[in-house]
């Protein structure tokens, strides 16, 4: 008679939603990352092959590889550390892959973390964070370490781009949760083809491009003061205010400004895209969780996914 394998706790990892400052931090100025907590849950087990099951993406994979750069660099870290891939790593995802949210970030956390807490490999939160890099950079090819670095450490974070130092990460202080809701349109985002667009537009028009980074970046430091101080309409304004730069530099899309005009008639105090743009996702900020279900139950009235998150 078959018996069920006892599961044991699963581990955890976070998407993250960018707040303010994308594509300017391509450019040096300050962006903030807040944590989707708890996004990801996910378990390991040993099992005659290894394997990845992500049933809510449509992914169940062996696990050296078959064609998938991330997977193939998994078994490369597994290898390194002299440790088994006869393992089948289950993952439940509550968030889209695609969309601008850190999904392929917060699914290599949870990878490492269940392989970790099955083989007792006691890696350290850095370690961990350094290997999802490596993940990511299978996956992406050059990443900016903002998604991986959310995703381990689950705490809202400013970065900047520095030349010679490459990205700095400082934690911030956020005084009274944020309400937010993520919502969603019907397409998956293009980071590298948006960042291009803008580089491009860059080139062409450097002097008024470069006023419209400038300002984004302005925006951020008015948020940080904003978060840390628990300002909830001033933060909200300035995500209004930013989500008009991004537009100027052509990464919105008519769903974008659908879902953008529907959270702010809705009572949403700020609504702005999120990530790269061209398609993925918005984020809009509620006064209240009362005022939160109003915005998400207006978008999905209109026939779009959405999801509700508090960013403590």
């Not at 537009?201 to 300002?215: D, F």
Request: one cysteine or more.
């Amino acid at each position: 008679e078959a018996r069920e394998r006892p599961t044991g706790p699963k581990v955890s990892a976070a998407g993250k939603v960018i707040l303010l400052g994308e594509h300017a931090a391509v450019y040096g100025e300050p962006a903030i990352a807040i944590p989707l907590e708890g996004a990801l849950r996910a378990h390991a087990e040993h099992a005659d092959h290894g394997r990845l099951t992500v049933p809510a993406w449509q992914i169940d994979q062996p696990l050296d590889g078959d064609g998938s750069p991330v997977l193939t660099a998994l078994h490369g870290i597994l290898q390194r550390f002299e440790l088994t891939a006869d393992v089948h790593i289950q993952v439940d995802a509550d968030l889209p892959i695609g969309m601008g949210l850190g999904g392929s970030a917060a699914l290599a956390v949870a990878m490492l973390r269940a392989v970790d807490q099955l083989l007792t490999v006691r890696w350290t939160d850095e370690q961990i964070n350094e290997l999802a890099l490596e993940l990511e950079k299978a996956a992406h090819g050059n990443p900016s370490g903002v998604d991986n670095t959310v995703a381990t450490y689950e705490r809202a974070v400013c970065f900047t781009r520095e030349q010679s130092e490459g990205q700095r990460f400082s934690d911030l202080s956020v005084h009274t949760p944020l309400p937010l809701v993520i919502g969603l349109t019907t397409r998956p985002g293009s980071t590298a083809a948006m960042v291009g667009r803008v580089h491009r537009l860059h080139g062409a028009h450097s002097a008024p491009v470069q006023q419209e980074i400038t300002s984004i970046g302005r925006l951020v430091r008015f948020a940080i003061d904003a978060i840390a101080t628990g300002d909830l309409v001033e933060l909200g304004m300035l995500m209004n205010l930013c989500h008009g730069h991004l537009n100027a530099l052509q990464v919105s899309t008519p769903e974008l400004e659908t879902l953008v005009h529907l959270a702010r008639e809705a009572g949403a105090l700020g609504a702005k895209l999120t990530g790269g743009g061209g398609g993925g996702s918005i984020v809009a900020l509620a006064e209240s969780s009362q005022a939160q279900q109003q915005v998400l139950d207006a978008i999905r009235a209109a026939g779009f996914e959405a999801f509700q998150a508090t960013a403590t």
